[in-house]
């Protein structure tokens, strides 16, 4: 369970979270929606330890993550930022290999060489291992990327956009393959999503965000809801249950 | 491939030592194996530091044009130079023991890069890039500093300083090789014990916090070591500008990896081969008739430049 306590962070004097509490249960994937500029990729890298929040907390099942030892919290929590450049030329196979590095600290064993080529299989990568990163096209190096995380094994993963400059057909397969893994492997998995159509098919949980604070958080049921989206995005918006889901037309 | 080719460095390096030591020798063996092993010991030093200070540099700063020179290491080695003849006059400083000029030179390297790095970060989180802008601006200071004073003192004192400014394989500095060997090896056992961690911190910031490592912390531990490592090599010979970065990119090109266990001794074996073979060509081949500084400067420079036309600045 990832616990928020009234967080709060500022840009000099534009304020990206105000107090913000959330308590993620245990399990599932849930989606974060919301305009741009509502703080979304900020909570995320906050609780991700990328960035300090100038007050309040984050908790990891009790732990605290600004306190708590960097590789202990490296073996519970992966995170996955959006901009991936990567100056370094390396290989799929390099790449995946160091989501090992919480538990191996560069000694790698006969365990973490399974653990990559486990990963590597499960993103339908192999074909493309021993290729560089340089060589891949956006939605092969993207799963690169997640193989990375899934190769980290923790129970938390935290994904910011990660169908950011895919196509429909890559998106929905990563889409695919991170509910797969949220169910099939007991992840809980955060991931920040633009599409919000995506969100409600595929997400367990949404939380819906606007000007660092959290407007709504529950089933896509409770967040799938014209006059809230409008509200939100501050666009005309209708949302209609077609085959079983519920879709948002703007 | 990347073990043949890093025993082909080796024996490339091995053999441009002994061919440094041996071609060419007349006379009396016992003076000549001394004489050009002490020099030889202090070109291996220097090739060795600069080597690892450029790639554990760029590998900090994910950047692969950026040298230690840009963070204004050598402008402040130049403005200390200056300011210690400019206060004291190159006589009383000639008196100095060398060890102690090199103790304190060393330290206020030290002192400054700590100190710039502790208020960019304590800032910033995102502090690299401006710490290398800060970087530049000191380094003009510190340049236009010294170059206020040099035009200040007395114009004998002037060629004196002149003479410790310009980087010179001839003239080794003697006196410090057993210091700055010990130095070395220190410097190389702790990065050697980090290897795995450089690997890590070549994959940015986020990465390598994902990856739960205390980046601040480590990138601060690596410059601190990359500062010592100019240190020595400035001390030594002076400052040498585009030479690390002309060996860290041929290490790049030569072998296609990022394990630092590979780099970072592939670019000290490049240095290795580039500077004593060089060394070796001038003094025997050419017969001192050029400086190995300039040699290295132009090639060094048109290598940068072909570097910033192929885009190749990630």
Redesign the interface.
Known sequence: MITVEDLCKSYGETAVLRDVVLSLPRGGLTGIIGPNGAGKSTLLSIIGRMMKADSGRVLLEGLDLARAHGAEVARRLAVLRQDNHLAARLTVRDLVAFGRYPHSRGRPTEADATHTARAIAYLGLEPFADRFLDELSGGQRQRAFIAMVLCQDTDYILLDEPLNNLDIRHAVGIMTLIGKAARELGKTVVVVLHDINMASACCDRIVAMKDGRILRHGPPETVMQADFLEEVYETPIEVHRLSGRLVAVY | MIARRMVALGLAALLAAVLFMTLGARGNWDFVLPFRGRKLAGLAMVAVAIALATVIFQTVT???ILTPAIMGFDSLFVLVQTGLVFLFGSARLSALDPRLSFAVETLLLCGFAGLLYRWLFGAS?RGLHLLLLVGIVFGTLFRSSAGLMQRLIDPDEFLVLQDRLFASFNAVDQDLLGFSALILLAVSIALWRM???L??L??????A??????HDRTVAIVLGLMTVLVAVSTALVGPVGFFGLMVANLAYLLL???RHAVLLPAAALIALVALIGGQTILERVFDYDTALAVVIEFLGGLFFILLVVRGKS?
């Open positions: 994910r950047n692969r989180q290897l795995p961690l690997d890590v070549a994959l940015g910031r986020d990465a916090i994902g990856l739960g490592v205390d296609p990896t990022t990630r």
